[in-house]
């Protein structure tokens, strides 16, 4: 079985008291955090960093140093099976605007419920649920 490692985060815009998350809507129709890849000799928050403005157009994360967890999958990749783990980090930003990568097929700022809601994997759902509680506690 073939490993894969990356890093990702779950992005965060505040305004006016309110809090929502983006999701990015991947090619195989799965909706998701924006993640990818680590590079050899890259550090999982420089990953964090790279994909998310490489996915999104986002520059102006500030991340939390702690990761928020990890999450763990198995899919098949022409016909191989791939153990995928992936590290999250929270990340807040100022942008609005979304320019998202051809991986890609759609975007969306959601509240917690809605992006509860609308995330396809069982361990994302987890991962956000951490997420807001952190905000909720600051």
């Not at 991986?103 to 959601?110: G, I, K, N, R, V």
């Amino acid at each position: 079985m073939i490993k894969e490692t990356s890093a990702g985060a779950v992005v965060y815009l505040r305004n006016d008291k309110e809090v929502k998350y983006l999701l990015l809507n991947y090619a195989h129709g799965h909706w998701d955090f924006p993640k990818g890849h680590i590079d050899p000799g890259e550090q999982e928050i420089d990953t964090v960093r790279r994909e998310v403005h490489e996915e999104t157009g986002i520059t102006d994360l500030e991340l939390d140093v702690k990761r928020i967890g990890k999450t763990k999958y198995t899919f098949l990749r022409r016909g191989n099976p791939v153990a995928k783990s992936v590290a999250l980090y929270l990340a807040q930003t100022r942008t609005n605007d979304v320019r998202i990568s051809k991986e890609h097929q759609s975007w969306a700022w959601l509240t917690f419920n809605d992006a509860l809601s609308r995330l396809t994997y069982p361990e994302s759902r987890k991962i956000l649920q951490l997420a807001n509680g952190l905000l909720q506690s600051k």
